[in-house]
């Protein structure tokens, strides 16, 4: 299957991306000569596994009926200190809110996105290792 | 260094992400269970690189005075029929509008870019092939 984007420059350092329809903007920091008007492309890598992996978790604990009040992702990425500064390493910390929900059926949901439908987490593997946590209050 | 994104479940399988600031927005297709109020996450792989290597790009090209009207970046992702469903390759193709744009000057600012500065594009070579095409039109 094929997926294409499109990303038009505006000005200076700053990018207008079309996926679908949907508008994405991104832009350099003032002191790296943008106006800030979007975020920077490298922590769209991140967005992009939280989205990932954060769905096929939301779907799966639907289908487990369990009560999520709350779900949020935080995505911690280490990146080199040298050229080209890439991602060496991510952590992914999921955090639940909801009455009685299950440990057991979250490090399921979590374990089957991760190992077996996340694409975007297949991918970032070959490059760098992903850890996870998973914290759950009531 | 870190950075760090924030990602926040809204309902189904929507989700929306705070990057610095900046509110980006995922859902999934309506044939898969979401209302497509933002793109999917995976393309937003493509998203990153688009928008890494072409800052390097429009960088580079400001620098070495070259006149360009528009610039676009189209990326092509194979992804892969089996699960977990991921990227196999990726094409960037680079369209510049302009008067006597130097096609050796670009050449040179897209290699700059994908061999040195872009971390995103050293992060995808770990786990496939990108390859790029230049097109330049008056």
Redesign the interface.
Known sequence: ?????????LN??S?E?D??G?K???D?SLEH??K?V???????????????T??DV??ILNKMKEN?E????????????D?????EGMKVIYRFKGKGISRKNVEKAVDLSIN?????????S???DIVHEIIIEE
């Open positions: 299957m094929k997926e294409t984007i499109k990303v038009e420059w200076d350092l990018f991306a996926v679908d949907h994405v903007y991104m350099s000569g943008g800030n979007g975020p920077r492309p490298k922590p769209l890598m991140m967005v992009a596994l939280a989205g990932c954060g769905m939301a779907a999520v709350s779900f949020t992702l935080e995505v911690e990425g280490d990146v080199s200190e050229h080209p500064k890439r991602f077996k439908y996340c694409g975007v987490s297949a991918n970032y070959k490059a760098f």
